[in-house]
């Protein structure tokens, strides 16, 4: 238990400062001029780490041990967070985010795979529920901190460089059971999403969403005439949707199947964004409607990761997911970019323009390779 209480705690603790950091920095760059394509560029930086730092992970993680690079990926993210308000050229800020992301990246990919290690077959969904919920009260609980400090100053950052230095007091008293992760799966990548291209292309769609919402949701507020406070809620609203739906979901698609689950929550996601519009200018109704909406696109991700584990295990385990946080990184770095480009030439409902795209596209591939497949039966994760 104390391993599975050390990586969720601290893995909620850097969702914490991630959702923390995320609209604070694209709050300071709009405030300083920047354009919405500028910051979701600058934002698409840690999913660019995504996709060239996992692949070394698992040679890392087996040569030094689970703890040891999980400490050196917070530390690394703390010293680079602590720069942020100094440095005043934003230009500067795309190497400060690559390396901020690096860290990053590096500590979801290992707390994921942690995750699974002590996870069996019997216990695994529940324990992704557990994460993912635990983990989306983290991501709830950052902006209602930036609401509480101001985006000015340094205290933001200040308080983000205090938190994760606590992840690591965590992981340190967790890292005499943390699991031997690493090693190497005979597999390539892409046999991985021939096999499953439902689960990857949820992840993907997921990422996408969550990045784009986390980039600029609050900058979106802003733009619809919501003063800073109530805009940077609108993620706490995000998080907290997301922390109180995943356990159900979760059950959800035990009963009834990974994949009908995956369809419900991307069609839900497409109903989610054509209303977004209608309750921008009214911040109850904007926080009720984001509640549910993003609630249920979560559990995309928490489907996705529980087909997965159902599926693969020992290296292949290891290395599916490392083949997910991949995906997942394909996703965050496009999504930035495509809510930037959609809300300045759709100014400002592009952003819900292209997230009711994006799930729209999701449910139709999926529903179609439903239709090829056998419907699939709780924890089986065949056809998807």
Same mark, same amino acid.
Do not use: K
């Given at each position: 238990?104390?391993?599975?209480? #050390?990586?969720?705690a601290?893995?909620s603790?850097?969702?914490?400062?991630?959702? $923390?950091? *995320?609209? &604070?920095?694209?709050?300071?760059?709009?405030? /300083?001029?920047?354009?919405?394509t !500028?910051?979701?560029a600058?934002?698409?930086?840690?999913?660019l780490?995504? $996709?060239?730092?996992?692949? !070394?992970?698992?040679?890392l993680?087996?040569r !030094?041990?689970?703890?040891?690079?999980?400490?050196?990926? &917070?530390? *690394?993210?703390?010293?680079?967070l602590a720069?942020?308000?100094?440095?005043?050229?934003l230009?500067?800020?795309?190497?400060?985010?690559?390396?901020?992301?690096?860290?990053?990246?590096?500590?979801?990919?290992?707390?994921?795979?942690?995750?699974?290690?002590?996870?069996?077959?019997?216990?695994?969904?529940?324990?992704?529920? *557990?994460?993912?919920?635990?983990?989306s009260?983290?991501? #709830?609980g950052?902006? /209602?901190? %930036?609401a509480?400090l101001?985006?000015?100053?340094?205290a933001?950052?200040?308080?983000? =460089? =205090?938190l994760?230095?606590?992840?690591?007091?965590?992981?340190?008293?967790?890292?005499d059971?943390?699991?031997?992760?690493?090693?190497?799966?005979p597999r390539? +990548?892409?046999?991985?999403?021939?096999?499953?291209?439902?689960?990857?292309?949820?992840?993907?769609?997921?990422?996408a969403?969550? /990045?784009?919402? !986390?980039? %600029?949701l609050?900058?979106?507020g802003?733009r619809?005439?919501l003063?800073?406070?109530?805009? #940077? $809620?609108?993620?706490?609203?995000?998080?907290?949707?997301?922390?109180?739906?995943?356990?159900?979901?979760?059950?959800?698609? @035990?009963?009834?199947?990974?994949?009908?689950?995956?369809?419900?929550?991307?069609l839900?996601?497409v109903?989610?964004?054509?209303?977004?519009?209608a309750?921008?200018?009214?911040p109850?109704?904007?926080? +009720?409607?984001?509640?549910?909406?993003a609630?249920?696109?979560?559990? $995309?991700?928490?489907?996705?990761?529980a087909?997965?584990?159902d599926?693969?295990?020992?290296? @292949?385990l290891?290395?599916?997911t490392a083949?997910?946080? =991949?995906m997942?990184?394909?996703?965050?770095?496009?999504?930035?970019?495509?809510?930037?480009l959609?809300m300045?030439a *759709?100014?400002?409902?592009g952003?819900?323009?292209? %997230?009711?795209?994006?799930c729209?596209?999701?449910?139709?591939l999926a529903?179609?390779?439903?239709m090829?497949?056998?419907?699939?039966?709780?924890g089986?994760?065949?056809?998807?």
């Open positions: 238990m104390r391993s599975i209480a #050390a990586v969720v601290g893995a603790i850097v969702g914490l400062v991630l959702s $923390l950091t *995320l609209p &604070l920095l694209a709050i300071r760059m709009e405030e /300083a001029g920047a354009s919405a !500028f910051i979701g600058n934002s698409a930086m840690p999913a780490a995504i $996709l060239l730092v996992t692949p !070394f992970l698992p040679r993680l087996g !030094f041990g689970t703890a040891p690079v999980l400490m050196w990926c &917070l530390l *690394l993210t703390a010293g680079t720069l942020f308000h100094p440095v005043e050229n230009w500067w800020w795309f190497p400060l985010r690559f390396l901020n992301g690096i860290g990053i990246v590096s500590i979801f990919v290992i707390s994921e795979s942690w995750i699974q290690a002590v996870a069996t077959r019997e216990t695994r969904g529940r324990l992704v529920a *557990l994460y993912t919920t635990c983990f009260v983290g991501w #709830a950052g902006p /209602a901190i %930036l509480t101001g985006t000015q100053g340094a933001p950052f200040a308080a983000g =460089v =205090v994760i230095l606590s992840a690591a007091g965590v992981i340190a008293w967790g890292r059971v943390a699991p031997r992760l690493g090693g190497r799966s390539a +990548a892409w046999s991985f999403l021939a096999e499953r291209p439902a689960v990857f292309g949820a992840i993907i769609c997921f990422s969403i969550e /990045a784009g919402i !986390f980039t %600029l609050p900058v979106y802003l619809v005439g003063a800073e406070g109530p805009a #940077a $809620l609108t993620l706490t609203a995000v998080g907290l949707g997301s922390a109180a739906l995943q356990y159900p979901i979760g059950m959800l698609s @035990d009963r009834i199947g990974r994949h009908p689950v995956l369809v419900l929550c991307a839900t996601g109903a989610g964004a054509v209303s977004l519009p309750f921008a200018g009214n109850p109704l904007l926080y +009720a409607s984001m509640f549910l909406w609630g249920v696109v979560a559990g $995309l991700y928490t489907t996705a990761m087909a997965l584990g599926t693969y295990e020992g290296a @292949d290891v290395a599916a083949t997910f946080t =991949v997942y990184g394909i996703g965050a770095l496009a999504g930035p970019p495509l809510a930037g959609s300045d *759709l100014d400002p409902h952003l819900a323009v292209m %997230l009711g795209a994006i729209a596209v999701y449910a139709v529903g179609v390779r439903g090829r497949s056998r419907r699939l039966t709780s089986a994760g065949e056809g998807m």
